[in-house]
């Protein structure tokens, strides 16, 4: 076919399987071996278009397993893991391994005499791989793409451009994931800068940067001024999108996550409640996000005590995940490791150990020996071990029950 424009049209409905992903990539790579342009038309709720319906390497999946580092202040036991926003561990490091080619291709665009448009189709095709590299918590290698990708957007749009602020949003986020707050916060301030000059107070795009800058002082317990940024967002998304919008749901959620870690229960469970209303409405009740408010939700009732209640919706949240996400997926194994924690609570340990040892398998499988949250659930193994009162040495039982 000889052509030297293509327009891709509804790409986050095109691509809704494996087949299809495949198929556009190698359209995709075909492409960028021929110098032609493509041209991405998308509807304006693309984000939560493609959190619902995109596969894999274009998915916007939010979810993230969430080692809470400090002892739970009610029991003093093993810390519950909570399911937190943004992000999704689905084969990235296979993804990685299928674009390495292109994006050494890529990187080496900006350094010979090229087009603008062809730099600013790298540049979008950058910040797809970059956000692999993050999803797999190779910081550097994210960061090193993403500012080839800033370099690129400065100098083809402007320094004053939405996209390019949708850049130091990304580079903003790499410092987040790597708790280091006061860079986050610096560039999510320069993001805004722009998003609130070009755009407006008063857009989503603006709002979802107001979330952003919220989730950073929560993380840093700061709940005051999280609180107040997300009520910020929250305005914006209940004009702009409405109270039912999926991005208005995604705030409620973040509010409620605030109040639970702050200890009040009952404002945690209301704002839950409006997110999960939302979910269940717009997105359905087998999608990872309802799951991760099924699975919060589980996590204030332990926190109350209320055991039977926490299994029940730890329960609901499993049934999603191992159907939506995989059994070998982290955040699935998250939940196999709060239900373990919910017969420690319990006094019971031989049920504890089962549910441990699924956690700690997939983990092991899916992040390595050496990740903090696989090393995390083989201590809390370890701990409920030493309460079983076994006599059998914890190494050769553990290497008994990892066995195929």
């Known amino acids: 076919m000889e052509a030297d424009f293509f327009f891709i049209l509804n790409l986050q409905v095109a691509i809704k399987d494996e087949k299809d992903m495949l198929a556009f990539n190698l359209s995709r790579d075909v492409l960028a071996k021929k110098n ?7 509807t304006k709720d693309l984000n939560d278009r493609l959190s619902t319906f995109a596969f894999d390497f274009y998915s916007y999946v939010r979810l993230k397993a969430h080692f809470l580092p400090e002892k739970d202040e009610v029991s003093g036991e093993q810390p519950i893991m909570q399911l937190d926003k943004p992000i999704h561990f689905n084969k990235a490091k296979e993804a990685l391994a299928r674009y390495k080619d292109l994006e050494d291709q890529l990187l080496s665009l900006p350094h010979r005499e090229t087009s ?3 730099l600013i189709s790298a540049a979008m095709s950058l910040t797809n791989i970059a956000a692999l590299y993050n999803n797999c918590a190779e910081y550097e290698d994210a960061l090193r793409l993403l500012e080839n990708v800033k370099d690129i957007r400065e100098r083809v749009l402007g320094s004053g451009h939405p996209d390019t602020a949708a850049t130091y949003n990304e580079i903003a986020e790499v410092y987040y994931r790597q ?13 805004l800068a722009i998003q609130e000059k070009a755009l407006g107070k008063e857009h989503p795009v603006t709002a979802a940067t107001y979330n952003y800058i919220g989730l950073v002082y929560h993380y840093q317990g700061d709940y005051a001024k999280a609180l107040d940024w997300y009520g910020k ?9 409405g109270a039912e919008h999926p991005g208005t749901a995604n705030t409620y959620y973040n509010i409620a996550y605030v109040y639970d ?8 469970l209301d704002w839950y409640g409006k997110a999960l209303a939302i979910q269940e409405k717009a997105q359905g009740m087998e999608y990872p996000d309802t799951a991760a408010t099924y699975h919060n939700i589980a996590h204030v009732y332990v926190s109350q005590g209320d055991y039977a209640k926490a299994l029940d919706w730890l329960g609901k949240a499993l049934t999603i995940q191992e159907k939506a996400q995989g059994k070998e997926h982290p955040d699935t194994a998250a939940t ?8 420690t609570r319990q006094g019971d340990y031989a049920k504890a150990l089962e549910w441990f040892i699924e956690s700690y398998k997939v983990l092991l499988h899916s992040l390595g020996e050496a990740h903090p949250n696989t090393k995390a659930v083989r201590n809390n193994v370890a701990a409920a071990y030493q309460k079983a009162a076994s006599d059998e040495p914890f190494g050769q039982w553990l290497q008994r029950n990892l066995a195929p």
């Open 36 to 42: 032609k342009i493509m041209f991405f038309f998308m």
């Open 116 to 118: 603008e448009n062809r």
């Open 179 to 191: 708790d280091d707050y006061a860079k986050a916060l610096d560039w999510y301030g320069k993001a």
């Open 233 to 241: 967002a929250l305005a914006i998304q209940e004009k702009a999108l």
């Open 261 to 268: 870690r702050q200890g009040d229960y009952a404002k945690a």
């Open 336 to 343: 196999y490791h709060n239900i373990a924690v919910v017969y």
